[in-house]
C-alpha cells in the first residue's frame, strides 16, 4: 500500500484549498455576488435535481434545502428526482444523456470520483459528460466504535487493532465507496489491518457497530451523529480537518495522532457536459448566494455537513484530483465493485 501513503500530502493540499472556499461563500450577500450576473432569461420551467440515493439520506436531504431554496429565488419549481443505483452511476448516466439546457442537474456525491477506477465499462465519462457547477457541502466522516471497544482516541484504536490481528471487524456502507476506502486509508497510514465487512448502506453498517456486529466504522457524520449523541456509539474523530460544530468535543484525525489525513463525503451540482457556461455561472452564482444564507448554513450544520462553494473551474480542478487520488487508492487495495 506504499503508493497510498504517498497520496497524503497531496490530499491535504488539495482539500485544505477547498475548505479555504467556505471563507469565499460567506463573503457572499443575498445582494450581491462573486460573479456577474449573466445576461439570461434562464430559467424559464421547472429545473430537475437527480439525486443518486433514495429519498431519506443525508445526500438527499441537503439537495431539498438547496433546491427548495433555489426555487425560491429563480422563480421556478425546482423537483427533486431520486434515481438510486449502481453507486450513483445510474444518476450521472441519466443527467450526462439529459439535454444540456440547465434544466435536469445531478446533485453529486465523492461516489461519482470513485467510479472511474472501480467501473471499467461506465457508459459515460465524467469529466466530458458532466459539467461541474458548483462543490456545495462536505461532511465529515466520523470514526467510531462500540462502546465495548476498550479504545477512546485514534492511537488507543491503532494499539488494539494491532494486538488483535485478523480479530477485528470494520463495516461499510458496501465495497467500493467511500465508507470503505476512507477506513483503509487511515489503517494504512497507522500501520494496521481490520476485516472489511459491507453492508447495504451507510444505516445498517452503524447499526452494526451499535449492535456490536463489527467493532468500528467511518461513516458520513449525519448518519451516525444522533447515534453518537445517544451514546450508542463512541466517536473517536471526525475526518476533516476542522472539527464538526456537530460535534464540537470530538478532535479530528489530524489532531489525533494522523498529521494531515483529511477526507470527506463531498457533495456538489453537475450539468449536462455541454451546458452553456452562461447557465452554468448563474446557476453557480445562485447556489453560492444560498449557501451564503445563515438560515441555509444552520440547517446544513444540523446535518453535519460544512459548506464548501466554490467556482466551476475550481470543481473541475478538484473533481480531477480526486479522480487521480481514488484511482491510486482503489488500485492499491485491489477494490472490486460488488
Same mark, same amino acid.
Given at each position: 500500500?506504499?503508493?497510498? /501513503?504517498?497520496?497524503?500530502?497531496?490530499?491535504?493540499?488539495?482539500?485544505?484549498?477547498?475548505?479555504? &472556499?467556505a471563507?469565499?461563500?460567506?463573503?457572499?450577500?443575498t445582494?450581491?455576488?462573486?460573479?456577474?450576473?449573466?445576461?439570461?432569461?434562464?430559467?424559464?420551467?421547472?429545473?430537475?435535481?437527480?439525486v443518486?440515493?433514495?429519498?431519506?439520506?443525508?445526500?438527499?436531504?441537503?439537495?431539498?434545502?438547496?433546491?427548495?431554496?433555489?426555487?425560491?429565488?429563480?422563480?421556478?419549481?425546482?423537483?427533486?428526482?431520486?434515481?438510486?443505483?449502481?453507486n450513483g452511476?445510474?444518476?450521472?448516466e441519466?443527467?450526462?444523456?439529459?439535454?444540456?439546457?440547465?434544466?435536469?442537474?445531478?446533485y453529486?456525491?465523492?461516489?461519482?470520483?470513485?467510479?472511474?477506477? &472501480?467501473?471499467?465499462?461506465?457508459?459515460?465519462?465524467?469529466?466530458?459528460?458532466?459539467?461541474?457547477? =458548483?462543490?456545495?457541502?462536505?461532511?465529515?466522516?466520523?470514526?467510531?466504535v462500540?462502546?465495548?471497544?476498550?479504545?477512546?482516541?485514534?492511537m488507543?484504536?491503532?494499539?488494539?487493532?494491532?494486538?488483535?490481528?485478523? &480479530?477485528?471487524?470494520?463495516?461499510?456502507?458496501?465495497?467500493?465507496?467511500?465508507?470503505?476506502l476512507?477506513?483503509?486509508?487511515?489503517?494504512?497510514?497507522?500501520?494496521?489491518?481490520a476485516?472489511? =465487512?459491507?453492508? *447495504?448502506g451507510?444505516?445498517?453498517?452503524?447499526?452494526?457497530?451499535?449492535?456490536?456486529?463489527?467493532?468500528?466504522?467511518?461513516?458520513?457524520?449525519a448518519?451516525?451523529?444522533?447515534?453518537?449523541?445517544?451514546? /450508542?456509539?463512541?466517536?473517536?474523530?471526525?475526518?476533516?480537518?476542522? /472539527?464538526?460544530?456537530?460535534?464540537?468535543?470530538?478532535?479530528?484525525?489530524?489532531e489525533?495522532?494522523?498529521?494531515?489525513?483529511?477526507?470527506?463525503?463531498?457533495?456538489? =451540482?453537475?450539468?449536462?457536459? *455541454?451546458?452553456?457556461?452562461? =447557465?452554468v455561472? /448563474?446557476?453557480?452564482?445562485?447556489?453560492?448566494?444560498? &449557501?451564503?444564507?445563515?438560515e441555509i448554513?444552520? *440547517?446544513?450544520?444540523?446535518?453535519?455537513?460544512q459548506?464548501?462553494?466554490?467556482?466551476?473551474?475550481?470543481y473541475?480542478?478538484?473533481?480531477?484530483?480526486?479522480i *487521480?487520488?481514488?484511482?491510486?487508492?482503489?488500485?492499491?487495495?485491489?477494490?472490486?465493485?460488488?
Amino acid at each position: 500500500m506504499n503508493a497510498l /501513503r504517498q497520496i497524503f500530502q497531496f490530499t491535504t493540499n488539495i482539500l485544505s484549498k477547498s475548505f479555504a &472556499l467556505a471563507g469565499l461563500v460567506f463573503a457572499v450577500t443575498t445582494t450581491g455576488s462573486v460573479f456577474a450576473q449573466p445576461a439570461t432569461t434562464y430559467p424559464t420551467q421547472p429545473i430537475k435535481i437527480v439525486v443518486p440515493f433514495p429519498p431519506g439520506g443525508a445526500t438527499d436531504i441537503i439537495a431539498r434545502i438547496i433546491g427548495q431554496k433555489m426555487s425560491e429565488r429563480m422563480g421556478v419549481s425546482v423537483i427533486i428526482e431520486n434515481k438510486a443505483g449502481a453507486n450513483g452511476n445510474i444518476a450521472s448516466e441519466a443527467v450526462a444523456r439529459a439535454p444540456a439546457d440547465g434544466y435536469t442537474l445531478l446533485y453529486n456525491t465523492s461516489s461519482i470520483a470513485l467510479s472511474p477506477a &472501480l467501473y471499467k465499462n461506465l457508459s459515460f465519462d465524467t469529466q466530458k459528460d458532466l459539467a461541474p457547477v =458548483i462543490l456545495t457541502t462536505v461532511v465529515p466522516m466520523l470514526l467510531a466504535v462500540n462502546p465495548s471497544v476498550p479504545v477512546n482516541n485514534v492511537m488507543e484504536l491503532a494499539a488494539f487493532l494491532k494486538s488483535k490481528p485478523g &480479530l477485528v471487524t470494520f463495516g461499510s456502507a458496501g465495497i467500493g465507496n467511500i465508507t470503505h476506502l476512507s477506513p483503509l486509508l487511515m489503517m494504512d497510514q497507522l500501520g494496521v489491518t481490520a476485516n472489511h =465487512i459491507p453492508y *447495504k448502506g451507510s444505516a445498517p453498517s452503524v447499526m452494526a457497530v451499535v449492535a456490536g456486529e463489527v467493532q468500528f466504522d467511518m461513516e458520513p457524520m449525519a448518519v451516525g451523529l444522533q447515534f453518537a449523541k445517544e451514546g /450508542r456509539i463512541k466517536p473517536l474523530a471526525v475526518s476533516t480537518l476542522q /472539527r464538526s460544530p456537530a460535534l464540537p468535543n470530538v478532535p479530528t484525525l489530524d489532531e489525533s495522532g494522523m498529521k494531515g489525513f483529511e477526507v470527506g463525503a463531498w457533495q456538489g =451540482i453537475m450539468a449536462p457536459g *455541454k451546458t452553456s457556461a452562461v =447557465i452554468v455561472n /448563474r446557476l453557480n452564482t445562485e447556489i453560492m448566494q444560498i &449557501l451564503a444564507l445563515p438560515e441555509i448554513n444552520e *440547517k446544513l450544520q444540523a446535518h453535519g455537513a460544512q459548506i464548501l462553494g466554490s467556482t466551476p473551474a475550481e470543481y473541475a480542478s478538484y473533481l480531477d484530483s480526486e479522480i *487521480k487520488r481514488w484511482d491510486k487508492v482503489v488500485k492499491e487495495s485491489n477494490t472490486k465493485p460488488e
